[in-house]
């Protein structure tokens, strides 16, 4: 997937939020799209372990949060911090507009 620019992601994240009205509705919306849109399970690497991500979810004080496994050990980390692997999975678009957004 090709580096989305600043205009791409401004779209992604007004088509998410055009009808939130605070920032918990419009991270609602932005978790929905990332669920509704992010092909899981995919593996990645975190801290130089290969792990799969099974899904997303919307954690109260945490924001976005990506449900890691490896093995019988489950790990959940910030979508902010996780990292994509090369190439991205179909849907990482809405992880990187999220991503613009909480800038």
Known sequence: MAELSEAQLDALVEQAT???????EQLSALHLMIEDNLVTP??????G???TVKMVRLREGSGI?????????QQTIGILDLPL???PPQGS??????RHWCR
């Open 18 to 24: 055009v009808d939130a009205y605070d920032d918990d």
């Open 65 to 73: 949060v990506a449900i890691c496994v490896r093995g019988r050990h």
């Open 85 to 87: 692997p090369d190439p």
């Open 93 to 98: 678009e809405w992880i990187e507009a999220y």
């Open 49 to 51: 372990v290969e792990v």
């Open 42 to 47: 995919f593996r990645t690497t975190v801290l």
